[in-house]
């Protein structure tokens, strides 16, 4: 198999069902930034415990970036052939990160200042992919279609991420994996 086709050497790129665009349109600029986003989330999540709460978080939102991609990555003109959940992204999903920064928040107190990013690791880690999702947010603005709920869904996305990483700093129930890769 090869991993390469050779067809985005003139500059464009292939869009979900069909259709070609240049590598600097909109489009690709706004998917592009929210697989940077997921790469950023998944670099948190590899400090996360295998298996815990924080970790299965992170995994579930890395699958719904992927369904928010395809929705990006399609021309209008394609858009009735998306199916909700699978490349289009659902105010379920909104909805469920909502209840789940409620959730996380619930569990410790929240700074009433500016926070200073760095207090630890991982929270540091979850900081920068709330500030590459800010941007995905910016950039997807100029490609989501009327009704879409993807910026919606990037917005709430930032706000889990900066409560995650306030709940790292307070110590909240989001285990992580120690250095030598114990808890």
Do not use: C
């Amino acid at each position: 198999m090869t991993l390469y086709t050779r067809k985005g050497d003139d500059g464009t790129t292939g869009l979900l069902f069909g259709g070609r665009v240049r590598k600097d349109d909109v489009a690709p600029e706004a998917y592009g930034a929210v697989d940077e986003a997921q790469a950023f989330i998944g670099l948190a999540r590899a400090e996360a415990e295998r298996g815990g709460e924080l970790d299965s978080l992170l995994i579930a939102v890395e699958r719904d970036l992927w369904v928010l991609m395809a929705e990006l990555a399609t021309a209008p003109d394609n858009r009735h052939k998306l199916t909700a959940g699978q490349q289009l992204v659902t105010a379920e999903m909104v909805a469920a990160l909502e209840a789940h920064t409620d959730d996380l928040g619930a569990r410790f107190e929240m700074p009433r200042e500016f926070v200073v990013p760095g207090q630890n690791r991982i929270a540091a880690l979850l900081d920068v992919a709330r500030t590459v999702v800010r941007r995905a947010e910016r950039r997807s603005m100029a490609v989501a279609a009327e009704g879409s709920h993807a910026v919606p869904y990037l917005n709430r996305l930032s706000s889990l991420l900066w409560v995650m990483a306030r709940a790292q700093e307070a110590g909240a129930t989001l285990p992580t994996r120690t250095p030598d890769g114990g808890n």
